[in-house]
């Protein structure tokens, strides 16, 4: 049984705070722990609610760990679960460069949710390079990581809850609607670039990218085997990254991510073409294609790094004189020209492995306009034909 008391205490200096102290008998041996408070009011919450603790079992043994010495041991641990090194490798570049600088020195237990409202207030307003505000995205990024750490110290015992639930941090939903407008072309932009890099090395594998929607990741890892050319489709099994300069090969991140897509007969006709320039120029060079039996890879045969596509979609965008947008928008783009052809929200959520078709409707909900005019006619012409056949009956009678 705990047991315990609240008391003043003066510094030489005449500053004062209060107490609160508890004493326990633990293993045949007493332990006590003692918290600091500006006043007494907080200082007897505190004795109350650790007696409480101890009472139901739920008692967090004191501990002098600093934030910023939890994170490798936590990361070790997500390791051990099997989180995605690319998973790893975020939370670890988000706590490094925002959190840690910050708040890495405060004891886990003594964090509070005051603390993250003060650090999100600084990271909006001043946290970028140079003293620019952070986008409220990025910030939100920095409250998931720190939540999701806090969340697995409450769970190991380490602090007694997860300040971070408390903490007033900017919502995904609201970053999302303050952030940068998605840029994309149009039908006419799209075509003028495929026609201009006909020719080009990298021609199919642009093509793939803006007729499928397929993500950089997953074009990068795209194999031979997960193409059926004469059916005319695809399967994504695999997605590539780099995490540290090494290439990492493993399934999508979700279930829906893994999915098979249909390919239209042009797209169909260049990979076809794609595949046939590849053998001849193995078998030119004498070169053999490695294992991995990638559809899109280097001169030698070697998968292609995921940046460098980005590097060469820029060059050819700008010789083709189309607006510059990023890789990324291929994706956006052909999700936005389904919909504007009026393909069901659905499918096209299916096509793009969204989690779910309300968040694509979240995305490019903006791009359906017509939709709303279709509907309010739509729900018009019904009232209308009912207003008539009422009409018609009323004339029958």
Do not use: C
């Amino acid at each position: 049984m705990a047991s315990g008391t609240v008391y003043r205490r003066e510094t030489p200096s005449g500053a004062s705070s209060w107490v609160a102290h508890a004493t326990w008998q633990e293993g045949g041996k007493r332990r006590q722990a003692k918290r600091s408070f500006r006043t007494k009011k907080e200082a007897q919450a505190a004795l109350t609610e650790l007696l409480a603790a101890h009472q139901t079992g739920t008692f967090v043994a004191p501990s002098r760990m600093v934030l910023r010495d939890f994170v490798e041991p936590w990361l070790d641990g997500l390791a051990n679960q099997g989180r995605k090194p690319t998973t790893l490798q975020g939370y670890h570049k988000t706590l490094n460069a925002y959190v840690l600088p910050r708040l890495g020195g405060v004891a886990l237990q003594e964090l509070r949710a005051s603390d993250l409202d003060a650090m999100y207030a600084e990271l909006l307003r001043s946290g970028g390079r140079g003293g620019r505000p952070l986008s409220m995205t990025t910030v939100h990024h920095a409250h998931a990581a720190i939540n999701k750490l806090l969340h697995d110290a409450e769970r190991k015992g380490l602090v007694t809850r997860n300040v971070a639930k408390l903490a007033d941090a900017p919502s995904l939903t609201t970053a999302r609607a303050r952030g940068p407008e998605m840029t994309v072309w149009t039908p006419a932009e799209l075509s003028t670039f495929l026609d201009s890099i006909e020719g080009n090395r990298n021609d199919a594998l642009f093509r793939v990218m803006a007729m499928t929607g397929l993500r950089r990741g997953e074009v990068v890892g795209l194999r031979w085997s997960d193409v059926q050319l004469d059916r005319h489709r695809l399967t994504v099994n695999q997605a590539a990254t780099v995490v540290d300069g090494l290439e990492l090969v493993d399934v999508p991140k979700t279930r829906r991510s893994r999915r098979v897509i249909d390919l239209d007969g042009a797209t169909t006709a260049m990979l076809s073409r794609h595949r046939a320039r590849q053998r001849e120029m193995f078998l030119r060079l004498g070169v053999t294609a490695s294992a991995s039996d990638r559809v899109f890879t280097n001169e030698i045969g070697d998968p292609i790094r995921p940046h460098s596509i980005g590097q060469a979609f820029g060059r050819l965008a700008t010789t083709a004189g189309v607006p510059k947008i990023r890789l990324h928008d291929l994706r956006h783009t052909h999700a936005s020209h389904l919909l504007m052809a009026g393909i069901n929200v659905k499918v096209v959520s299916e096509r793009l492995g969204h989690a779910s078709v309300s968040f694509t409707l979240d995305t490019y909900a903006h791009v359906m306009p017509g939709q709303q005019a279709e509907a309010a006619a739509a729900a018009a012409a019904l009232i209308t034909q009912r207003g008539t056949m009422s009409e018609r009956r009323g004339g029958e009678l």
